[in-house]
């Protein structure tokens, strides 16, 4: 199997967050030469530090990060039937990073949540807040990890039989992208 680099962005800053154990256990299951952990505590995006500073590092990073991964997973939770704002704050603020750091890139996305949905409203929104990156999205199979509060043992594997099929079969499509 071709060695890849995976960067795993979780839209949850919560230290025990669901949606970074999934893409943890996305990686574990993609199995990647190289897997990174985006770090999404970023300033919220506002123009007049954007003209007075300039792009700020964190945000160069994570731009930085996206460009030379081989493919991108994204799991967030879903807040007030959308995508959480410190996800929507990154998007934003990549948007302003020149060139674009998501075009052409295969994306899976994934969620995590409290609810029996398993943040399906998160998805659909998501994909829609990327459409003007141009990303190569996945749109299936499809990963929504309900109830996630049972749904990981202690070590952050899923113990759900059902969810590891999707995700596995999820993250074999992400191969399957970056090599076609």
């Not at 256990?25 to 985006?38: H, V």
Request: aromatic content about 6%; proline content about 7%; overall charge negative.
């Amino acid at each position: 199997m071709p060695a890849h680099t995976l960067l795993g962005i979780s839209g949850s800053l919560r230290k025990g967050s669901f949606n970074s154990k999934l893409i943890r256990e996305a990686a574990r299951l993609f199995d990647p030469e190289s897997f990174t952990e985006a770090d999404l505590n970023l300033p919220l995006y506002n123009g007049d530090i954007e003209e007075a500073e300039g792009i700020p590092a964190p945000v160069a990073k994570l731009a930085d990060q996206i460009a030379a991964a081989d493919a991108v997973v994204i799991s967030g939770p879903e807040y007030n039937k959308a995508i959480s704002g410190v996800l929507k704050n990154a998007l934003d603020w990549i948007s302003r990073t020149k060139p674009n750091p998501w075009a052409g890139k295969p994306v899976a996305v994934m969620s995590a949540a409290a609810g029996r949905a398993g943040g399906e409203q998160t998805q659909a929104l998501l994909r829609h807040c990327m459409t003007p990156f141009t990303p190569q999205m996945l749109y299936g199979p499809g990963v929504w990890v309900a109830g996630a509060a049972q749904q990981f043992d202690d070590d952050g594997r899923l113990t759900n039989e059902q969810n590891l099929q999707s995700l596995s079969d999820l993250m074999e499509a992400l191969r399957a992208k970056i090599a076609a």
